[in-house]
């Protein structure tokens, strides 16, 4: 299918996810055809799509970004979902000599010190892993919701992802952080401890702090940058990601 065709697929599969719950959305697109992979990071949101992939027994492909730098607890949560539902969630490590190379270039922890080095730092340990989990899909599915910061307001239920040549599905887009909460609660699903915590979201240990009353929930992340639109680059096109680099600098 031509970009063209795989953006008209998507501007149709936007329209009819609407309408459907969310056993049905992931239903329609484990029935597209070709592989759909669904990325995990272990956060609430991602573990409401993993009970309905489970519970359900979708052919949907589950895979986490295991970046050698996440909390224990995120790394606990994994084995613990896998015994929950009865699936198998693959990891996609970095390479070691990628790792080696960003520590001779910025020092292990150089990600504090700009960021070019914080951008290079997630290029290595999530980036290049994403681009290995995603070989050979037609479908990638996220845990985005347009709740979760000013700069995924406007995400859509599928859209056209041109720089990976696939369809991107967010069905939890419309989804508020009260509903999932409720979700989790009525259905026992297994979350992060951290959650409880004050850490609505999680990623890598170094790079993720509890947030304050009042403040977004995303204000944890890469906290020490001034960009309140900040992202490590997975939901961003490689071009934006640069030029957020080259602006905040």
């Known amino acids: 299918m031509t970009a063209i065709g795989k953006n008209a697929a998507a501007e149709s599969l936007n329209e009819k996810l609407a309408g459907l719950d969310l056993a049905g959305r992931l239903a329609l697109v484990s029935e597209l055809g070709g592989r759909a992979v669904f990325t995990t990071s272990l956060g609430i949101e991602d ?3 993993t009970h309905a992939i489970g519970m359900h027994c979708l052919a949907i492909d589950v895979v986490t970004l295991e970046t050698g730098r996440l909390f224990p607890e995120t790394v606990n949560l994994i084995g613990e979902t896998e015994e929950r539902y009865g699936i198998n969630i693959r990891r996609f490590e970095p390479n070691k000599a990628d790792i080696d190379e960003y520590a001779a270039k ?48 406007d995400t859509p239920f599928a859209e056209y992802d041109a720089e990976r040549g696939l369809i991107k599905v967010n069905p939890l887009a419309d989804f508020d952080i009260e509903t999932i909460r409720e979700f989790v609660a009525n259905h026992e699903v297994p979350v992060n401890p951290l959650h409880a915590r004050g850490y609505p979201s999680i990623g890598c240990e170094p790079c993720t702090r509890a947030i304050k009353p ?3 929930e995303r204000a944890g992340r890469w906290w020490w940058e001034n960009d309140e639109k900040r992202e490590c680059g997975l939901h961003v096109p490689e071009a934006a990601s640069s030029s957020i680099t080259s602006s905040s600098l």
């Open 47 to 49: 573990q409401v799509i």
């Open 106 to 153: 910025y020092g292990m922890n150089g990600f504090y010190e700009s960021v070019e080095a914080r951008h290079a730092c997630c290029a290595v340990r999530k980036l290049k892993p994403l681009g290995r989990a995603l070989e050979g899909a037609s479908v990638w599915i996220t845990g985005l919701r347009r709740g979760q910061s000013g700069n995924r307001s």
């Open 214 to 216: 009042g403040e977004p």
